[in-house]
């Protein structure tokens, strides 16, 4: 073989070593840098339907009596020492027991819906508040009390009443009975005094 022919196989060779040497490095160079590593925290929020907040709970419990479910009842009067007191019965005409609290709103008036006379009733602190459950047909109780001293002594305008208005505790929506007595058009003279609702006759 020929000197010149060994020369160009051997410089032949020698190129290609190179060039995979240089592709190589290419490819090398090409390869991306692993990105860092970081922490991601990811929070979870619920939808508006599955919080309990948007949950309304339900009522635990009978509910307070409504006007629309009570009668009320004026008693036999009794009186000792210038006060006459009148029970008031609120008897359960619905078909649910409901609960009653705290005192009854109590006032003469000149018919059922009709004008106020005299000053409502103020509380009598016989006892302290309870809630009362009242079942289908029972009855809770409170107590009016009307000075007959006040109306007779201090009283300057007298006159014939008819019929008494009965806020039911919590209640804005009254009640009417018959109950036929003198009372005072004086709004300024308290004669009336009326105790909380109870369980007891």
Not at 103 to 117: C, E, L, R
Request: with cysteine; net charge positive.
């Amino acid at each position: 073989m020929r000197a010149s022919a060994i020369t160009g196989r051997r410089a032949l060779a020698g190129a290609c070593l190179a060039a995979l040497a240089v592709s190589a490095a290419a490819c090398g160079s090409a390869a991306p840098a692993a990105a860092p590593t970081r922490a991601v925290t990811v929070t979870a929020t619920a939808s508006a339907s599955a919080s309990p907040s948007a949950v309304t709970p339900s009522p635990s419990g009978p509910l307070p009596c409504a006007t629309t479910g009570l009668k009320l009842t004026v008693g036999a009067a009794n009186g000792a020492a210038g006060t006459i007191f009148y029970p008031l019965d609120f008897t359960n005409t619905s078909g649910s027991v409901c609960t009653m609290y705290g005192y009854p709103g109590v006032a003469f008036v000149s018919a059922p819906g009709g004008s106020q006379i005299g000053a409502p009733a103020n509380r009598r602190i016989a006892a302290a508040p309870t809630v009362i459950t009242v079942a289908p047909g029972a009855t809770a109780h409170a107590t009016l009390a009307v000075s007959d001293v006040l109306i007779g002594n201090n009283c300057k305008h007298q006159l014939q009443v008819n019929w008494v208005q009965v806020y039911p505790p919590g209640r804005f929506k009254a009640l009417f009975a018959p109950l036929s007595r003198s009372g005072c058009a004086d709004k300024s003279l308290v004669t009336m005094g009326v105790t909380t609702v109870t369980s007891e006759p």
